[in-house]
């Protein structure tokens, strides 16, 4: 018949064994996002393709990206300025009657809640804008030619 030890008698093996404290911001620092998602071998672009190929590449997922940005961007425009031109068409036509005052309280309450979350989450976007800089730096041919590409795509 085997026994097994007892709980207190396991807790006191743990104390004997020594264990290798994690630094999870050293951690995070050093595994990207893009690590998890493209490899560990996803360094700088400049590394792997010629200045050309990083160009043509940042530029037509730019001009892919703005393109899009700008039909959507119409898009949503023609959705909102279309919902505001029905809502005076039916207030002025007496369908609807709008409380103003109202609409302002809820408004200000709204913007005193926003103010308070970007106060919270001031931060974490710091920590973002850190990272996107970095890699902005480290591929900056890529970089250009995406915003090189965005305007474009924007203009067509």
Not at 94 to 106: F, L
Not at 138 to 151: A, E, P, R, Y
């Amino acid at each position: 018949m085997k026994l097994r030890p007892s709980r207190n008698d396991q807790e006191y093996e743990s104390d004997d064994e020594s264990y290798e404290v994690l630094d999870l911001t050293d951690y995070a620092r050093r595994h990207h996002w893009w690590n998890r998602v493209f490899g560990h071998s996803s360094g700088p672009m400049v590394e792997k393709y010629s200045v050309a190929t990083q160009i043509v590449m940042g530029g037509v997922t730019g001009w892919c990206a703005g393109f899009l940005f700008q039909k959507v961007g119409k898009l949503a425009a023609t959705a909102v300025g279309g919902g505001f031109l029905l809502l005076q068409i039916a207030s002025h036509s007496g369908y609807v009657q709008i409380d103003w005052k109202r609409v302002e309280k809820d408004v200000n309450k709204a913007k005193r809640q926003i103010k308070k979350r970007a106060n919270k989450a001031a931060p974490e976007i710091n920590n973002i804008i850190e990272e996107a800089t970095e890699f902005i730096k480290q591929n900056i041919v890529i970089s250009s030619g995406f915003v090189g590409g965005f305007l474009l795509g924007l203009a067509s």
